[in-house]
């Protein structure tokens, strides 16, 4: 069964080892740097119960209903009701949350969709993925991943750093499972989640075969912490002031993996790096990622474009010409981002060595290079519509409640149809998503939101067919000769 929001706070409260500003946090669901966050994601449990034919399903194998983001896809119409449930409660984020639960919740349906990959010679995980999978279903729990290295030398290979440990690798192997010791980034919403699943996504040669594992621990596993970085919530004033950064920051840590104790099964690839490149790569795992994020990113443009819109108006300026074709910019990009998931899901193709469809991968991977171009032009576009009332607002919500303060407010700050409260509320909700800290590190995020270029674009050469437009063209170079003049 699904669960609620409250059941997903209480679950917090296991004592799991989270750093910030130099203090231990307590509890989340009370600090100030976490607790309207974990609300919001407190709200999307409790919105599924309220939405139950979108975002619920029953799966064979599983005791359900389940989310229907664990739900493996078999048609084309599975997999469309998927991306609808992806869209409900992204608009409910306005596409703040890349990790949400849904988007592991995919990924880990993509893995047991064929969970063969991981069967090898000297470790098959294949059942424990299974188990896994099903787990996380009947139990609608929120898997986190670390899956990058850290920044430490990337000249290097792991086994080459400077000093041993720095990225995770196994040190002891046991007759009931594996230790695990060295670090992992970036745990976005990591510190939020209950588990997290560690692996790789770039192949590795056999030499870094004990750095090549990969499985899913507790969050509050002995040994697990979280160093996280400035918290955008605790230095947001109030909700009005910042009502995105105060509700929407699923934060970003440094996980540190000090000697974790993994048992057998919940370990899926073991000292292997084709089994780890497989895990994501010959399972639908990693489209799944792309399938969840690029319905994220268009809502995320549908709601940059609402407020572009809304800053024209305000500023009067919504039917001149040149403003017009600002707002047409932006819809057009809209419906670029639109048009990504939607053929993504029209060209569905089988997966091989199952009962299942996927996402149109080429198309998939052609999002990945899109996304990161869009992101910071929409970004751009709105900036210039607002101008110098971005900047031009008053310190906080408190001005509003002194009198003599909101009288000169009242007076200077307005425009036809948008008295000063509204304006400056409009405007500080388009400085959040713009201008902020918590928006600059958006505007990055959404860079490298599945990786770096050098990761996934030659990804869309391997897993596409240029194959097929080079025989295209190499028919209109056979359709002629040097004799033909």
């Given amino acids: 069964m699904t669960r609620t929001g409250k059941d997903y706070l209480d679950a917090l409260r296991d004592g799991r080892t989270i750093w910030l500003d130099g203090e231990r946090v307590d509890d989340l669901t009370t600090h100030p740097a976490f607790r ?10 409790d919105l599924t119960a309220e939405h139950p034919e979108t975002l619920t399903a029953s799966v064979p194998g599983v005791d359900g209903p389940v989310s229907r983001a664990y739900q493996i896809p078999r048609t084309k119409d599975e997999l469309k009701a ?13 596409g703040f949350l890349g990790r949400s639960p849904d988007y592991m919740a995919s990924a880990v349906a993509g893995m047991a969709t064929v969970p063969g990959v991981l069967a090898r010679d000297g470790f098959d995980g294949s059942a424990n993925l299974v188990a896994h999978w099903r787990r996380m279903a009947e139990g609608d729990l929120y898997q986190a991943h670390t899956l990058v290295n850290p920044q430490i030398d990337r000249t290097k290979a792991p086994s080459e750093q400077m000093e041993d440990d720095l990225c995770l690798r196994v040190v002891a192997e046991r007759d009931d499972g594996i230790v ?8 976005t919403a990591a510190a939020l989640a209950d588990e997290i ?5 770039q192949r590795m040669p056999p030499s870094e075969a004990d750095y090549a594992v990969s499985f899913s621990v507790p969050v509050a596993a002995p040994g697990i912490s979280f160093v996280s970085r400035t918290s955008y919530e605790a230095r947001a004033t109030s909700v ?14 440094l996980v540190v993996y000090d000697d974790v104790f993994v048992p057998w099964e919940r370990v899926f690839a073991y000292r292997d790096p084709e089994a780890c490149h497989a895990q994501f790569w010959k399972t639908p795992a990693f489209v799944s990622f792309v399938h969840h994020g690029a319905t994220r990113f268009w809502t995320k443009l549908e709601f940059l474009t609402g407020i572009a819109i809304l800053v024209a108006k305000a500023n009067n300026v919504y039917d001149m010409p040149p403003v017009r074709m600002q707002i047409g910019k932006l819809l057009s990009w809209v419906n670029t981002a639109k048009a990504l998931v939607v053929a993504a899901e029209e060209l569905c193709e089988p997966v091989p060595g199952a009962d299942a469809v996927m996402p149109h991968r080429e198309t998939a991977y052609a999002q990945l290079a899109v996304g990161p171009d869009l992101y910071p032009k929409v970004i751009n576009e709105i900036k210039l519509l607002a101008g110098g009332g971005l900047i031009q607002l008053p310190s906080s919500y408190r001005d509003l409640l002194r009198p003599e303060v909101a009288a000169l407010l009242g007076k200077y700050v307005k425009s036809p149809g948008y008295d000063a409260e509204a304006r400056i509320k409009l405007f500080k909700l388009a400085w959040d998503a713009v201008g902020s800290e918590f928006a600059g590190r958006h505007d990055q995020y959404e860079r490298f939101y599945h990786g770096a270029p050098h990761v996934y674009l030659p990804a869309l ?9 080079a025989a295209l063209a190499d028919r209109c170079l056979d359709g002629y000769e040097l004799e033909d003049g």
């Fill in 197 to 201: 699943l560690v692996g790789v996504t």
């Fill in 180 to 187: 695990v010791r060295g670090a992992k980034m970036i745990g």
């Fill in 36 to 45: 309207r966050s974990v609300r919001s994601i407190a709200d999307l449990y």
């Fill in 461 to 469: 050469v391997r897993e596409g067919d240029p194959g097929r437009y």
């Fill in 240 to 253: 009005f002031d910042y009502p995105l950064s105060s509700r929407l920051d699923e934060n970003d840590a």
């Fill in 82 to 94: 998927k991306g609808r449930a992806f869209k409900l409660w992204s608009e409910a984020t306005f």
